[in-house]
């Protein structure tokens, strides 16, 4: 089985989590840009943040055979924040990395004013630098908080086939899947989506415009659950062809359209994790 998790954020993992990836079957990330918990206090965190994604964190995955990229934003949540708001002229700067595969995340996370005018500038943003767009939907209300991004996501003119929709549910994904977007679920221990719920989508949906993920943030969460919805959709019957679609053909079909995916060596077996410098306790 090989994975591409198209949502992960490893700046929250350890290096033990790299070597269990890669052990896994993990080949490829793409880590977007988020909260990171605590509130950033001037655009220079962010720069330093964003110096991370596109510069340590691919030479940290890169120790254990895992090919990463990044996406770039000014996020939601701290999208209210008007000691943040600066950094949106400082994303630009980030969009032309070569390792940077779309715009992300974006959207909403209490659907204010602030947020609306941080979102469509940003999607405005994919449509400049032709990147495809990562869009996050809020935790509550999460039906009005997609059935208003997708409005956005039209109002900007950003192609919807560029365009991903995550952090979906039962109750999100069939508007998501009429607007032409591609429907993103994020897989977690407790909250959000579980493998079984998302192989019961599978059966319902196909496999079509669909990118599981781990997202594996600051909070309880599971680097591996990609995996185990692999075994679940195995278990449930779909063919390993369909499994290889799901976690490996189409997020290299959705972040493909950035023209920036550069995979090569990645299906080839990690090398030995004994003899990185990481392993060792350097660099």
Known sequence: MRIFDPHIHMTSRTTDDYMAMAAAGVRAVVEPAFWVGQPRTNPGSFADYFDSLVGWEPHRASQFGIR?????????KE???ARCTPVLDLVPRYLAKESVVAVGEIGYDAMTTEEDTAFAAQLAMAVSFALPALVHTPHRDKKRGTERSLAVVVESGIDPGR?????LNELTIDIVLEAGCWAGFSIYPQTKMSPDRMVEILKRYGTE???VNSAADWG???PLLTVRTGEAMLAAGFTPDDVDKVLWRNPVDFYQQSGRLNLAHVTEPAASFAGSSIARGGQ
């Open 68 to 76: 990463h990229h990044a996406t770039i934003a000014l996020n939601p």
């Open 79 to 81: 999208a209210n924040d």
């Open 163 to 167: 365009v991903v929709i995550d952090h």
């Open 209 to 211: 415009r669909i990118l």
């Open 220 to 222: 309880r969460s599971d």
